[in-house]
C-alpha cells in the first residue's frame, strides 16, 4: 500500500475523493434496496411457476390416466418449432423474458387415436410453456441474485472501507500538519527570543566599551 503523503496537496485529494465517495453513496443504496425487491418478486414468481408446474402435472395424472398405459404411441406429437425469448432492462439488469412459442403437432388420424389425445395435446403445449416460464424464472433469479450480491459488495466497500479511510487519512494529515504549524510556531519564538537575547547582548557589549 503506497505511504500516505502528509502535505496539503493530499489534503486536498482526500477531501475532494470523500465528498464523490459520499455523494455516490446513497444512488448505490438505493439501486441495491431497488435490485433486492425486484430479486425478491422475481424469488416469488418463482415459486408461483414451480407451483403452477406441479399443479399442472396433477392435473394431467387426474384427467388424463390412461397415459400410464404405453400401448398407444404419443411421442412426437408436439413439437417446439421456435422459441422468443425476449430481454427487459430491469434497474440496470438485463433480464430474460419468455415471448412467441411455436409449436409443430404431428398430424394424427381420429380414428386411428383415442378421443382423449386432443385433450393430451393441449395439456402438453401447456405444460411444455409453463416449464419455459419457469426455466425464464429461474435465469432471472439467477442474474438478479449476482447483480445484488455485486451492488451489496459495493455499498460496503464504500461504506466500510473508502469513506473510513478518506476520514482516517484527512484526519492523520489534520493532525500532522497542526502539530508542524504549531512546531513552526514555537521555533520562531525561539528564534525570535534568541534574537532578540542576542541583540541585547551586542547593545550591552557595546556600551561597556
Same mark, same amino acid.
Given at each position: 500500500?503506497?505511504? #500516505?503523503?502528509?502535505?496539503?496537496?493530499?489534503?486536498?485529494?482526500?477531501?475532494?475523493? #470523500?465528498?464523490?465517495?459520499?455523494?455516490?453513496?446513497?444512488?448505490?443504496?438505493?439501486?441495491?434496496?431497488?435490485?433486492?425487491?425486484?430479486?425478491?418478486?422475481?424469488? *416469488?414468481? @418463482?415459486?408461483? +411457476?414451480?407451483?403452477?408446474?406441479?399443479?399442472?402435472?396433477? *392435473?394431467?395424472?387426474?384427467? #388424463?390416466? %390412461?397415459?400410464?398405459?404405453?400401448?398407444?404411441?404419443?411421442?412426437?406429437? $408436439?413439437?417446439?418449432?421456435?422459441?422468443?425469448?425476449?430481454?427487459?432492462? $430491469?434497474?440496470? $439488469?438485463?433480464?430474460?423474458?419468455?415471448?412467441?412459442? +411455436?409449436?409443430?403437432? #404431428?398430424?394424427?388420424?381420429?380414428?386411428?387415436?383415442?378421443?382423449?389425445?386432443? @385433450?393430451?395435446? +393441449?395439456?402438453?403445449?401447456?405444460?411444455? *410453456?409453463?416449464?419455459?416460464?419457469?426455466?425464464?424464472?429461474?435465469?432471472?433469479?439467477?442474474?438478479? /441474485?449476482? /447483480?445484488?450480491?455485486?451492488? *451489496?459488495?459495493?455499498?460496503?466497500?464504500?461504506? !466500510?472501507?473508502?469513506?473510513?479511510?478518506?476520514?482516517?487519512?484527512?484526519?492523520?494529515?489534520?493532525?500532522?500538519?497542526? +502539530?508542524?504549524?504549531?512546531?513552526?510556531?514555537?521555533?520562531?519564538?525561539?528564534?525570535?527570543? %534568541?534574537?532578540? !537575547?542576542?541583540?541585547?547582548? %551586542?547593545?550591552? &557589549?557595546? &556600551?561597556?566599551?
Amino acid at each position: 500500500m503506497a505511504k #500516505l503523503a502528509l502535505n496539503k496537496s493530499q489534503l486536498k485529494r482526500e477531501n475532494d475523493q #470523500l465528498k464523490l465517495f459520499v455523494k455516490v453513496l446513497p444512488s448505490l443504496e438505493l439501486k441495491m434496496m431497488q435490485l433486492t425487491s425486484v430479486l425478491r418478486k422475481a424469488q *416469488t414468481q @418463482l415459486k408461483k +411457476d414451480i407451483i403452477e408446474v406441479e399443479q399442472l402435472r396433477d *392435473t394431467i395424472a387426474e384427467q #388424463l390416466p %390412461m397415459l400410464a398405459y404405453r400401448q398407444i404411441i404419443l411421442e412426437g406429437l $408436439v413439437k417446439v418449432r421456435n422459441i422468443q425469448v425476449d430481454e427487459e432492462n $430491469v434497474v440496470g $439488469v438485463r433480464l430474460p423474458c419468455l415471448g412467441k412459442i +411455436d409449436f409443430d403437432v #404431428l398430424e394424427y388420424s381420429m380414428l386411428a387415436k383415442p378421443h382423449w389425445v386432443d @385433450l393430451f395435446v +393441449d395439456y402438453i403445449k401447456e405444460m411444455i *410453456t409453463k416449464r419455459l416460464v419457469m426455466k425464464i424464472s429461474e435465469e432471472r433469479v439467477a442474474k438478479l /441474485s449476482i /447483480s445484488v450480491r455485486r451492488i *451489496t459488495q459495493r455499498v460496503n466497500l464504500f461504506e !466500510k472501507i473508502l469513506i473510513p479511510n478518506a476520514r482516517n487519512n484527512i484526519q492523520r494529515i489534520r493532525i500532522f500538519l497542526g +502539530d508542524a504549524e504549531r512546531s513552526a510556531i514555537v521555533r520562531s519564538k525561539l528564534a525570535k527570543a %534568541m534574537h532578540q !537575547k542576542q541583540r541585547k547582548v %551586542m547593545v550591552e &557589549e557595546s &556600551e561597556s566599551v
